[in-house]
């Protein structure tokens, strides 16, 4: 399996989903089973600006309280964009408020660093 998928010249899209730990392995399962080739995963922390914070000036720049998030990242055609956000959502949801966020962006290049081009 490649590190980054080749999809013959069609439009690429890259979804990240910012989401909560407890479903993330069920969500990544269900990309994979939906067709997405690799899906990259990293735990990650949500900090407040120190400037733009709401919150005590002692507790200013530090993790948020239930701030932990896993970031899963993948490369997918653009025709399968809606049909993988759905996967992801039906998946991530855990009715609790701030189950997470899904940004697509458009890939315009992917250069493989070892064949050089």
Aim: glycine letters at 6%.
């Amino acid at each position: 399996m490649a590190f980054l998928p080749t999809f013959r010249g069609d439009p690429v899209k890259r979804i990240d989903a910012f989401i909560k730990p407890e479903v993330a392995e069920a969500v990544r399962h269900a990309m994979l089973s939906a067709g997405v080739d690799v899906v990259f995963v990293n735990t990650i922390h949500q900090f407040a600006n120190p400037g733009r914070s709401q919150a005590e000036p002692e507790e200013r720049g530090k993790a948020l309280s239930g701030s932990e998030r896993v970031w899963l990242m993948a490369f997918v055609e653009s025709q399968q964009t809606v049909r993988i956000t759905g996967v992801i959502r039906n998946h991530a949801r855990t009715e609790t408020p701030f189950d997470g966020r899904i940004v697509i962006s458009h890939v315009e290049n992917v250069y493989s660093l070892n064949q050089g081009s």
